[in-house]
């Protein structure tokens, strides 16, 4: 069974370019969001000393974020009201990730609106830390690895301008609205 869930909206694109950040601006002006699982992971991974991390087992660690993803997709089926979402099921694993049959299922079968908002990379905000290891280069693959995916699943990622997280903001609202230029 497919459930389509078009008040489900993704921000999405490579780490560090700003989807936490316009998520939050969102939440602070009433949208409902829901914060990525991909964070969250890496940290409970790196204090209880595992290895599903993206720079020592990304297989483990895009398996164990997809398996969230959906719990947390699967969990709010019922929603009605317009939700935001910091990542979803198709942005597991990244270049080198080998989606196993149950991740393609899931592709197929739980389905957001079809416009995904994708900040695009921006060396000006990019900056690594203890969660995010990848470099600016990395950033620029995993970008380009995520559009491929969200068009192949057919959807149309709608890239943000390089701007202000408020007017990023405006953007994605005024096109929810139709009210975009």
């Known amino acids: 069974m497919i459930v389509a869930k078009p008040n489900f909206f993704l921000l999405t694109g490579g780490?560090?370019?700003?989807?936490?950040?316009?998520?939050?601006?969102?939440r602070a002006r009433g949208e409902r969001c829901v914060e990525e699982t991909h964070r969250r992971v890496i940290r409970e991974q790196v204090a209880g000393g595992g290895s599903a991390v993206p720079w020592l087992d990304r297989q483990a660690y895009g398996e164990r974020t997809a398996r969230e993803d959906?719990?947390?997709?699967?969990?709010?089926?019922?929603?009605?009201?317009?939700?935001f979402f910091d990542?979803?099921?198709?942005?597991?694993?990244?270049?080198?990730?080998?989606?196993?049959?149950?991740?393609?299922?899931?592709?197929?079968?739980?389905r957001y609106n079809a416009h995904v908002f994708v900040p695009p990379p921006w060396p000006e905000i990019y900056r690594q830390d203890a969660e995010r290891k990848q470099t600016f280069e990395d950033c620029l693959a995993t970008h380009e690895v995520i559009l491929e995916t969200y068009r192949a699943l057919?959807?149309?990622?709608?890239?943000?301008?390089?701007?202000?997280?408020?007017t990023r903001a405006d953007f994605i609202l005024a096109h929810l609205d139709g009210t975009a230029r």
């Open 70 to 83: 959906i719990a947390i997709f699967d969990a709010m089926a019922d929603v009605e009201q317009r939700v």
């Open 154 to 166: 057919d959807y149309e990622p709608v890239l943000l301008p390089l701007t202000d997280v408020e």
């Open 87 to 110: 990542r979803g099921i198709p942005d597991t694993g990244g270049p080198g990730f080998t989606p196993p049959p149950w991740l393609v299922e899931a592709w197929r079968t739980r």
């Open 15 to 26: 780490p560090g370019v700003g989807k936490t950040t316009l998520l939050e601006h969102l």
